[in-house]
Each structure stands twice: as structure tokens, then as C-alpha cells.
């Protein structure tokens, strides 16, 4: 192709581009305002950005709950020190309020897929030191009972994985599945939560999760209960490492 050509070509292809801004202008997938230039080549604008990416408290480490800045949480913390996790860590955008929370219920609902991406890439930019740590293999949304996946018409929490693994150049794959039906979490005490999850999740076979480092994803975390089944599922069948990744940690009622 010549060279004048090839500008043609370029001209034509960012007119096109044009055009369809102009047909479909970019839109923030919280607020649904129109994206400013500068906001381009984001997914939200600059004030959902401020209100979804808040300051973070410092956190335990093992279990994510918020602390004070001078808490000894070498151990864990003083919710979390007698408990015993198949996960190494938990990382998160945010806390279960305000506008995440109002963002991830959102999520829930089928049709949603630009909010969640949108939520799973401020994830992501937020958390890109300790994603870079760990070095995860492979990504793994939590999964739902099929019942319940039906009903909804999505599972945000695969969704969000999907999209993890996507800017992290890893695959995603479906290592877990549910083994029965359990009460929702909500509403439920701490100790009645983990009776409600435990043996809830079986490792898929045929994966291959032996020697895998597992970055495990999902929408909100609590007690980290469901969290806590999913990764010694992964753990009994092999996998080297768990990481859990979730959007919002509920402080609520953790034990
Ligand atoms: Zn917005
Ligand atoms: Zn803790």
C-alpha cells in the first residue's frame, strides 16, 4: 500500500472511530454519564472513580478485616488469630460501603458486564503490587449452585474472575464446583456460616490444579467462610498457593 494510502486508510479508520463515539458515546459503567476525553479510556468517570476507590484502612493480612494502624497483625488479627485459612492472603478494592457496596449489588443482576469488568480493572489497578507478589497461574470465580446461577442469569463472581485473569495473562478455569445447594449467607451468624459452607465446594476433575498458584475471585467477602471452603477444596487437590480476590470486604460480621 502506498504511503498516502495508508494515511487515507488511518484517516478513514479514526473517522469510523469518531463516528461511533458520536452514535454510541463512552459511558461511565457506574454512573452512566458521558466519559470527558480525558476519561476516555476509562471505564468510570473521574467522580465514580473518587467515590468507588476510596482510602484503604490498614487490613490484616490474612484475613483482610480492617485494623487499627498500630494492631500486631503478624499472627492475623484478633478476629481471625484462632481461625485457620487455606488462603495466604486477601486482597480487595474496597470496604462493603456506600458506593461499592451500591456498585457490587449492582453487579448481581444479569446485564451488568461493563459495571463488573469496570469494577474488576479498578480491582485490579488498585491491588497491581500484590497481584505482581503473588504470581497467580490461573484465576477461579466462586462458583454458584446451578440452581441459583439460573435464576440470577449470571454469576458475578465469574465474571470478575474472567476479566482478572484477562489483564493478568493468565487462563481462567472452572476448578471448583458446588456439591449442594446452601442457605444464603446474609442474615446468618458467623459460626452459622461456616456450618452452612463447610464440604459446600469439590475441586472439578480433571483440572489441573497440582502445583497451581490459585488467585481465587469474588464479589464480597465476610467472615471468609465461602472463601475458606473454596481454597481448601483447591489445597486438597494440590494447589500450591491461594490468594482471594474480592471487590468489596464486608465488615460486618466477622468473627
Ligand atoms: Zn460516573
Ligand atoms: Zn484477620
Redesign the pocket.
Given at each position: 500500500m502506498s504511503g498516502v494510502a495508508s494515511v487515507r486508510k488511518g484517516l478513514f479508520r479514526r473517522a469510523g472511530g469518531a463516528a461511533l463515539d458520536v452514535l454510541f458515546p463512552p459511558r461511565c459503567a457506574y454512573c452512566q454519564g458521558d466519559l470527558a476525553e480525558s476519561e476516555i479510556c476509562a471505564s468510570v468517570c473521574a467522580l465514580c472513580r473518587y467515590k468507588l476507590v476510596r482510602d484503604l484502612a490498614p487490613c490484616?493480612r490474612?484475613?483482610?478485616?480492617p485494623?487499627g494502624a498500630l494492631a500486631d497483625?503478624r499472627e492475623?488479627?484478633g478476629?481471625?488469630?484462632d481461625r485457620k485459612f487455606q488462603f495466604q492472603s486477601v486482597i480487595y478494592l474496597g470496604l462493603y460501603v456506600d458506593d461499592l457496596r451500591s456498585a457490587v449489588l449492582r453487579a448481581k443482576h444479569p446485564h451488568q458486564d461493563l459495571l463488573t469488568d469496570a469494577l474488576a480493572d479498578l480491582l485490579v489497578d488498585r491491588q497491581a503490587p500484590a497481584l505482581a507478589d503473588f504470581r497467580a497461574e490461573i484465576a477461579c470465580g466462586v462458583p454458584m449452585h446451578w440452581r441459583r446461577r439460573w435464576l440470577r442469569g449470571t454469576n458475578s463472581a465469574e465474571r470478575m474472575a474472567g476479566r482478572l485473569a484477562r489483564r493478568l495473562s493468565i487462563p481462567t478455569l472452572p476448578l471448583l464446583r458446588r456439591t449442594r445447594a446452601t442457605q444464603m449467607q446474609a442474615g446468618l451468624s458467623p459460626a452459622e456460616r461456616q456450618a452452612n459452607m463447610r464440604g459446600a465446594f469439590a475441586a472439578r476433575r480433571g483440572q489441573p490444579i497440582g502445583g497451581a498458584r490459585v488467585l481465587l475471585v469474588d464479589d464480597v467477602m465476610t467472615t471468609g467462610a465461602t472463601c475458606g471452603e473454596c481454597a481448601k477444596a483447591l489445597v486438597a487437590s494440590g494447589a500450591a498457593a491461594v490468594m482471594v480476590a474480592v471487590v468489596a470486604r464486608a465488615e460486618g460480621t466477622q468473627s
Open positions: 490484616c490474612k484475613c483482610g478485616a485494623v497483625v492475623g488479627c478476629r481471625c488469630r
